[in-house]
């Protein structure tokens, strides 16, 4: 079946430090990737995607791997500040026909401590 | 409108009532979602509207559930006969359109409960 898998267990990070995040996936061939954050109380909201054919992606303070062997995804965020305190999930479509079918981890919090 | 605006955001309901949840999308988005989450678990997929295209339902648990989107714009997930299995935070995105570029844009999201 398939399976998305992040690490339930809360990452407790101090401020400064890197905050690196694991995303593994069986049985789909995505076509591309995306992180969210959310915030309790809040819905997602969309952070970053990259596509199969893409290693890297950066956007400021945040960048993600995509290693389509390994079927993983990693999710750094450096130089970590206490806002940055939120549960992270990432999501996959299956196949380019399946695009409106995001399917999503259950997500990895991050608390990050002055 | 500026983001997603779903409603009511709290419902409490008795077992066996029908409710109505509302979503309103970011205008000129075409694409539409609906999704819930239950405490601590992850997003369960429910259904989603792309334009004037037939809607994909294959995420919808049971024939309790049913959703339709007016005029390419607001949505309403109705859910009949509600079980308390169905208590859940209910999430609606909208999105330019259907494809790998665009990420997804969500509501606060309802959150129901059934009594």
């Known amino acids: 079946s398939q399976k998305i898998e992040q690490n339930s267990e809360a990452l407790n990070i101090q401020e400064g430090k890197t905050a690196t995040l694991t995303c593994n996936y069986t049985?789909?061939?995505?076509?591309?990737l995306q992180w969210y954050r959310q915030d309790p109380g809040r819905g997602p909201v969309f952070l970053l995607l990259?596509?199969?054919?893409?290693k890297e992606k950066r956007k400021e303070r945040l960048k993600v791997t995509f290693d389509t062997t390994l079927k993983q995804s990693l999710f750094h965020i450096t130089a970590s500040q206490p806002a940055d305190s939120a549960t992270y999930l990432c999501?996959?479509?299956?196949?380019?026909?399946?695009?409106?079918?995001?399917?999503f981890g259950a997500g990895t919090q991050v608390v990050v401590t002055p | 409108g500026a983001g997603v605006s779903q409603s009511p955001s709290n419902k409490v309901t008795e077992k066996g009532k029908d409710v109505e949840l509302r979503c309103d999308p970011i205008?000129?988005?075409?694409?539409l979602y609906w999704y819930r989450q239950s405490l601590g678990q992850g997003l369960e997929f429910l259904i989603y509207?792309?334009?004037?295209?037939?809607?994909?339902k294959s995420g919808l648990p049971s024939d309790r559930f049913s959703a339709e989107r007016t005029g390419g714009s607001v949505s309403t997930l109705t859910i009949q006969r509600t079980q308390q299995e169905d208590s859940a935070v209910y999430l609606c995105?909208?999105?330019?359109?259907?494809?790998?570029?665009?990420?997804?844009?969500f509501g606060s999201g309802t959150r129901l409960t059934v009594v």
């Open positions: 995105a909208s999105s330019l359109s259907l494809g790998e570029n665009y990420g997804y844009t």
């Open positions: 049985n789909y061939s995505p076509a591309y």
């Open positions: 990259i596509r199969e054919n893409e």
């Open positions: 999501a996959l479509a299956a196949t380019t026909d399946s695009w409106g079918k995001l399917q």
């Open positions: 205008s000129g988005h075409t694409a």
């Open positions: 509207f792309q334009g004037n295209s037939a809607p994909d």
